[in-house]
C-alpha cells in the first residue's frame, strides 16, 4: 500500500517536526538523570522572612493555605493536606515544588512571620521537572498546564512515531542487513534485560 | 552525508524502538494513572534466620543466600527491637522486618504486574547501584537518551532534505517552536 506507507513518512515527519523541543527535553533529562550524583549534598537554601500573622481560629491546614495564598508562589500547586506537618520547633511548615525547585514553607506563628527557604533548580533538573509534567495533576496555573498538554501530545506522538517508524522500514528496505542488527540488537538487549529483571 | 545521516535515523530510531514504547506507554500509565491497575501482587512469608545480626547488609546476603532474592538494599531502618531494609529491583520489592533477638524475618514481597513493571524501569538511572541490572538499565537511558538527541537532529536534516514539505513542515516547525520556547522560557523565568 504505497499510498499508506506515502501518508505515514508524512505524518511520521510532521510528529517529529512538531515534538523537537520535547524530544530535546526527554533526552537531556535522561542525561541528567544518568549523570547525577545522589550522594552529593544539596546546594544551602536562600532563606527569606515575611511579615504574616495567621489568621485566627483556623486549623494547621487552614493556615498552611493561608501563607500559601499570601506567598503566591509562582507555579506551585496549593500543599495537599497531608503535605502539612510540625517541624522540632512545633512550627506549621510546608513543602512547594515546581520545575524550577523546591520551597519550604515555615509559620513562625509566635513572631508573626513566615519563613521561606528556597532551593532552585539548576538547568538540568528544570528540564528534568519539565519532562515530568503530566495530566496526572490539575494544574492551576496556566503555563504549566499547558506545558502538561504539550507533554501529553509528545507521549502519544513518541509512541507513535516508534511505531510507524519501525513500519517504515520494513515497507520500504526490510532486507537492510544493518537495519536488521539494530533492530534485532535494541530489541533482544531489551527483552534479555527485562527477563533478568523480572 | 544524506544517506549517513538517514542511516544514522534509521538505526538508532530501530535500535531503541522498544525503550522509546517502553517509555511511552509508561508514561501514559504515570499521566492517566487511574487508567490501570498497578497495585503489585503481595506474597507475606517468614524465615527463621540466625539471630544477633546487626547488620541488614547481613541479613540481606543471607536471604539472598538462601531465597534467591536480587535487588539493592535500600531503606534500612535500624532499631534494637527490629532491622527493616528493602531490596529493591525493578518491579520487585522485598520489605524486610527482622528481629535480631529471635532470628524472625518477616518478608513481604511486592510484584508488580506488566505495567507496574514498566513504570520501574521507566525510573531506573544512573550508574551507582550495588545491583548491576539497575546499572544497566542505567546504561540504556544514557544511551537512549543521547540517541533521542540525535534522531531528533538527523530528522530536521532529513526533512530539510525534502523540499517539497518545506513549507508544510516550517510552518509545524514554527509553531511548535513558538510554543513550546514561549512555555519553556515563562517557566524558568517564574521564580
Known amino acids: ?3 499508506m506507507t506515502r501518508w505515514l513518512k ?13 524530544l530535546l527535553v526527554f533526552g537531556i533529562a535522561g542525561l541528567n538523570a544518568t549523570f547525577e550524583d545522589p550522594g552529593e549534598a544539596p546546594p544551602p537554601p536562600t532563606t527569606a522572612v515575611y511579615d504574616f500573622q495567621v489568621p ?12 500559601f495564598r499570601f506567598l503566591k508562589p509562582a507555579l506551585s500547586e496549593p500543599p495537599p493536606q497531608g503535605a502539612i506537618h510540625r517541624d522540632s520547633a512545633n512550627n506549621v511548615a510546608f513543602s512547594l515544588y515546581s520545575v524550577n525547585g523546591q520551597r519550604t514553607v515555615t509559620l513562625l506563628e509566635k513572631e508573626n512571620r513566615v519563613r521561606v527557604e528556597a532551593r532552585p533548580n539548576e538547568l538540568g533538573e528544570f528540564f528534568d521537572g519539565l519532562h515530568a509534567t503530566t495530566m496526572n495533576f490539575a494544574h492551576t496555573d496556566l503555563r504549566i498546564r499547558m506545558w502538561a498538554w504539550y507533554v501529553e501530545f509528545s507521549i502519544w506522538s513518541l509512541i507513535f512515531m516508534a511505531v510507524t517508524g519501525v513500519y517504515l522500514w520494513l515497507a520500504s528496505r526490510p532486507g537492510y542487513r544493518w537495519a536488521q542488527v539494530s533492530f534485532a540488537a535494541g530489541s533482544g538487549l531489551f527483552l534479555l534485560l527485562y527477563a533478568i529483571t523480572r | 552525508m544524506y544517506r549517513t545521516l538517514r542511516n544514522t535515523h534509521l538505526f538508532l530510531g530501530l535500535f531503541c524502538c522498544l525503550y522509546l514504547l517502553m517509555y511511552g506507554v509508561s508514561s501514559i500509565q504515570m499521566a492517566h494513572s487511574q487508567w490501570f491497575s498497578a497495585r503489585p501482587a503481595v506474597t507475606i512469608i517468614h524465615a527463621a534466620l540466625p539471630p544477633q545480626t546487626t547488620d541488614a547488609r547481613r541479613v540481606a546476603r543471607s536471604l539472598m543466600d538462601r531465597y534467591g532474592m536480587r ?5 534500612v531502618r535500624a532499631a534494637s527491637a527490629q532491622l527493616s531494609f528493602n531490596i529493591v529491583r525493578p518491579g520487585t520489592v522485598y520489605q524486610i522486618d527482622y528481629s535480631p533477638g529471635s532470628g524472625d524475618t518477616r518478608i513481604r514481597e511486592n510484584h508488580a504486574g506488566f505495567i507496574g513493571m514498566l513504570n520501574r524501569i521507566h525510573h531506573a538511572k544512573g550508574f551507582w547501584h550495588d545491583y548491576w541490572v539497575l546499572n544497566a538499565w542505567g546504561a ?11 534522531i531528533a537532529a538527523t530528522g ?8 517539497q514539505e518545506r513549507v508544510i513542515g516550517a510552518i509545524l516547525l514554527a509553531v511548535s517552536l513558538g510554543y513550546s520556547l514561549t512555555l519553556m522560557i515563562l517557566a524558568r523565568t517564574a521564580w
Open chain 1, 56 to 67: 485566627a481560629n483556623v486549623s494547621d491546614y487552614e493556615a498552611a493555605l493561608a501563607a
Open chain 2, 156 to 163: 530536521i536534516y532529513l526533512w530539510f532534505k525534502l523540499h
Open chain 1, 10 to 22: 508524512k505524518l511520521h515527519m510532521y510528529a517529529g517536526l512538531l515534538n523537537l523541543s520535547i
Open chain 2, 71 to 75: 535487588g539493592e538494599v535500600a531503606q
Open chain 1, 1 to 3: 500500500m504505497p499510498w
Open chain 2, 140 to 150: 540504556f537511558v544514557a544511551v537512549v537518551s543521547a540517541a533521542l538527541i540525535v
